[in-house]
Each structure stands twice: as C-alpha cells, then as structure tokens.
C-alpha cells in the first residue's frame, strides 16, 4: 500500500510570503493530483501531474518521479488562499485506487 | 455546465434508516467517484464506475453500502441500514477520461449525520 506523507500539516504565512507544501509517497505512480479545500467545504482539483512542472496562476506544482517527491508552491500568497491542499497519488500497479495525504491545512494571514 | 450536483446537501437519519444519496456528474463525463471524508480517515475512495460499469468497489466498507449508475447521468450511494460511524461528508466526483488519469471535478457534498 502507498503511503503518502505531507509536510508541514499545519502552516501559517503572511501574505505576499512564498508557500512550499510537500508531498512524499512510497511506491511508484502513474499520477499525482493536488486539491484544494476550501473552508467551506468544496475540493478543487489544482493539478495533475505525472512528470515535470505545472503552472496556473501563481500556483507551481512540481514532481520528481525517481525521488517519488512533489511540490505545491503559492507565490505572492494571500488570505484568499488559506485551505487544505491534499496530495493524492494514483498507484501504478494499483489498476484504479486513489490513495490521499492527509492534507496540509494552510492559514495567510493580512 | 453546472458542474456535479449531488443531493441532499444536508442530511440526518436515525440509526437503522436507510439513506440514499445522490449524484449528476457533468455530462459528457466518463467517469465518476465516491469519495467519503472523515476526521479521523480524511478522503476515502468508496468506489468509481467508469461508463456506467463499478471498477473498483473495494473501498466500500461493507454490506451496508451500495452504489448503482443506472445511466451516464445519475449515480446513487445508498446505506442501509445507517449507523452512527457512517456519519461523514460523502462527495461525488466525475472526470472526463479513464480512472485518475484526468482532472476530477467534485460535487458540493452531503454531510451525513446519523444519530
């Protein structure tokens, strides 16, 4: 079973300040996917990556498959931006399970 | 498009009532998912159907849960009979392609509360 690890759980950051939110896994994948949850409730999909880099917006997500390592960056970060991101990877040899960190709860302060 | 719609948003039973919730994934979606959130577990995969057909079902926890698609617009997740450790925001989640290969789109959720 992959276990998926995500560092740090709890961050706190002014805004403007530059966020790294990391992701760690255990046995190879095919996909990685980052979310976003809102204090509401509601869970966005950011990214899905299965190499390189991805980029929208201020948000950055990167992946190193041979060191099985991804990073969810948040440039110029602001207020509106504080909510859970989870990691969540799709095994390789799984055939279809989804396993999912267990979020990292962000807070940006004004 | 109006995204995925799930029904209720709020619901509370009582224990041994059978609960039914349910889900429209966006149309033109291949596949759809139901995820259930906790304290305690976080996001859970309960089962994901990909063109109607259940392909992966072992994340439901036991006899008590069902889910059927009957067509490519509706999805059902029932509970019979509830108990107080079911109680958990349930969300439905659809996706253009195969599995996790394409981006998901979730629904709102429905929050569960069983006494």
């Known amino acids: 079973k992959n276990e998926v690890e995500q560092s740090p759980q709890n961050l706190t950051a002014q805004e403007g300040e530059f966020i790294t939110i990391n992701c760690s896994y255990s046995?190879?994948?095919?996909?990685l996917h980052w979310l976003q949850q809102h204090p509401g409730g509601g869970i966005v999909s950011l990214f899905m990556?299965?190499?390189g880099k991805k980029k929208h917006g201020r948000l950055i997500a990167t992946i190193n498959i041979q060191e099985k390592h991804s990073s969810l960056h948040i440039t110029a970060s602001h207020p509106r931006d504080s909510a859970v991101y989870i990691c969540?990877?799709?095994?390789?040899?799984?055939?279809?399970?989804?396993?999912f960190g267990e979020g990292t709860q962000l807070t940006v302060n004004p | 498009d109006a995204g995925v719609i799930q029904s209720p948003r709020h619901e509370v039973t009582e224990m041994g009532q059978e609960v039914t919730l349910r889900c429209k994934p966006i149309s033109g979606h291949n596949s759809l998912f139901w995820y259930r959130q906790t304290m305690m577990r976080g996001l859970e995969l309960l089962i994901y159907f990909n063109n109607n057909v259940p392909i992966d079902d072992s994340g439901m926890p036991e006899d008590r849960f069902s889910a059927k698609m009957p067509n490519a617009s509706f999805s059902t997740l029932k509970i019979q009979p509830s108990e107080p450790r079911d109680s958990a925001v349930y969300f439905c989640?659809?996706?253009?392609?195969?599995?996790?290969?394409?981006?998901?789109?979730f629904g709102p959720g429905t929050r569960l509360t069983v006494l």
């Open positions: 989640a659809s996706s253009p392609g195969r599995g996790w290969a394409d981006t998901q789109y």
């Open positions: 969540a990877v799709d095994e390789e040899t799984s055939g279809s399970r989804l396993t």
């Open positions: 046995v190879g994948i095919s996909a």
């Open positions: 990556l299965s190499s």
